[in-house]
């Protein structure tokens, strides 16, 4: 159902499904700032990408909506 959703956002606004992710964490609190990892500059790139794609209030929180009815399994913590 989630990555169902991302792959729906993927399409409609043009971009890949790490760079909505990353916007999904930009659009969660003014203070965060993802930090993602790479060794290619071109994925990079792509990760700067992200602060161009704008979720609305509406997005955020049907992902928000999805990751809340997911069951964690507590045993691997």
């Known amino acids: 159902m989630l990555?169902?959703?991302?792959?729906q956002l993927e399409q409609r606004k043009n971009a890949t499904a790490a760079q909505i992710v990353l916007a999904w964490e930009l659009a969660q609190?003014?203070?965060?700032?993802p930090i993602p990892g790479t060794t290619k500059l071109a994925r990079l790139q792509e990760n700067l990408?992200?602060?161009n794609v704008q979720l609305s209030t509406a997005e955020v929180?049907?992902?928000?909506h999805i990751l809340n009815q997911l069951e964690?399994?507590?045993?691997y913590f």
């Open 3 to 7: 990555l169902d959703f991302i792959h």
């Open 29 to 33: 609190r003014p203070f965060i700032v």
């Open 49 to 51: 990408e992200a602060m």
């Open 61 to 64: 929180a049907e992902i928000n």
């Open 72 to 75: 964690i399994d507590e045993s």
